[in-house]
């Protein structure tokens, strides 16, 4: 009896997420998304019809159904639960636009600041910062 009480308990926790997240979604910007990516990969076809390889259409297809799941994901998550750690992500991107201001290019990428005595990779403490911040969360 317990047993079936958890499962019930459980289903109608999991209904009211998937009713609230429907419910709370903006249908308009979704939709609009959905006609332009249509829309692009019907482009992608059209471009690329004559040469008879739907490489192009199913890469973007891919990152279509890429989109999607993310899209799924991130609108579950309550990004409220990040508001501790506002300053470290602040801090990380903030980091990250430095280097594409200042940084140095080395073999095509632009990963470094050159500080005379040494070269700094940012993206190495962002890494790190963000394996703890995940870490502590």
Known sequence: MEINKIILLKQKKEENIIKKLLISSNWRLIITSFI??????????????????????????IALII???????????????????FWQYTFCILLLIFVLIVGTTYRGTRAWIDLKFFTFQPSEIVKIIFILVSWLF
């Open 67 to 85: 989109g999607i799941l993310l899209l799924i994901i991130f609108s579950i998550i309550n990004y409220q639960l990040f508001q501790p750690y």
């Open 36 to 61: 332009l990516s249509f829309v692009g990969i019907v482009m992608i076809w059209s471009a690329t019809f004559s040469t008879g390889s739907l490489t192009f259409v199913q890469k973007q297809l």
